[in-house]
């Protein structure tokens, strides 16, 4: 309802735009928050875009998001995170995080495919001044790697945090895209020798591998077991 | 030496460029052809970047590699596809390839990481629009989901290559960019009783789950049965 507290409260989707209605597969494209959320806490790198004298630059690169900020840190000589700080009022970036769950093999060359979860996020970046929400970022970002480990480790010191860019990417323009289920061959092709079906990729963690220096006693935390 | 047929012959190396030059971690930067193949080949996607309205665009997608040549398919309405076959020459684009192989926890979070393999190719896109080439791109981009998967399908037909468009990237301005080992905290954290070290990470195919439509008889090929 029009006019209520609750309309200042961020609704359940991101509202579609030029820019995040694909031109093709729109059955595979959803706005749903939480799905966006998911999709880019799972991802350990995303894939920063920019425009630099004219030409696209994609770079990989860590991040971290807040609620509904994302932050990208690096040094402050790195190109994108510069190109922030000079651009006024801030840089267009793309930024890009993909996970392939599984290939998809169809009886036709045609309908070979992956099923996949992806987001993309259209933005400006903007570089992050205030130290206290450079702090939250930082945290974030380490956080991202590992849930809980900004806590077990030595936060940044003045020197670190002075040589450490942050940028920041507001969630507003997001669009995630999806490919689940099965092979879509066609009805002519279902009788055809070739075997079809999914083969699912399987992620997972091996043994963590101690620091040939650790602290005598240092134990494997309990975050990293349970991985 | 100049002026003998070998020179002719690709180098081992990109030659930098730059473009392709870090501007930082410039030790962690590789220009081994071999490498950046052997990175291109072991992923399933890329992350095509191009410039769209004076904003930049990052979507991912599949790709096939045929020598020192990078190819990416896709509906004739898709963007980047339409927007290179209206573009004269061509499209720039940047496509990249992200391998992250471990988690990096330091004592300290400012030296926390990731252990990664990426490649990064600078290039114009060209439609491709040589039948030959054509059927020898999809190929490769099926033979990139499965080694030798084409033979084992059938083949585009007329109705399927003039739905799909090819592009082409050529492999000129490239470069690869790793971290590898272990941990790298400061002399006077060592002490810190915060567990530092490496969690790699472990990818892996799960069984194949055949359609359910099988044609009777039809068995899972050896190509699956040794992933």
């Not at 380490?142 to 003045?158: F, I, L, T």
């Not at 999806?178 to 999914?198: F, I, M, Q, S």
Request: glycine residues 8%; charged residues 20%; negative net charge.
């Amino acid at each position: 309802m029009q006019g209520t507290t609750q309309s200042t409260a961020p609704s359940d989707a991101y509202p579609p735009t030029d820019r995040t209605v694909p031109t093709r597969s729109a059955d595979r494209a959803s706005y749903d928050r939480e799905l966006v959320h998911a999709i880019l806490d799972e991802a350990y790198v995303c894939h920063l875009g920019f425009v630099r004298d004219g030409t696209p630059v994609v770079l990989p690169t860590l991040f971290g998001r807040v609620g509904e900020t994302l932050y990208v840190h690096g040094s402050t000589g790195s190109r994108p995170l510069r190109m922030t700080g000079e651009a006024d009022p801030g840089l267009p970036v793309c930024l890009t995080v993909t996970h392939v769950d599984a290939l998809v093999l169809a009886r036709s060359a045609f309908h070979h495919s992956i099923n996949y979860r992806s987001v993309v996020v259209h933005g400006i970046a903007y570089d992050v001044t205030d130290p206290e929400e450079k702090r939250t970022a930082l945290d974030a970002l380490v956080d991202h790697v590992v849930a809980g480990r900004s806590r077990d480790s030595r936060p940044a010191n003045k020197k670190e945090l002075a040589a450490t860019a942050v940028i920041r990417i507001d969630l507003a323009e997001v669009s995630a895209k999806l490919r689940t289920g099965g092979v879509n061959d066609e009805p002519e092709d279902l009788a055809l020798p070739h075997w079809a079906g999914l083969v699912p990729l399987r992620k997972g963690y091996a043994t963590p591998v101690g620091d040939p220096g650790l602290a005598p006693g240092t134990e494997l935390p309990g975050y990293l077991s349970d991985l």
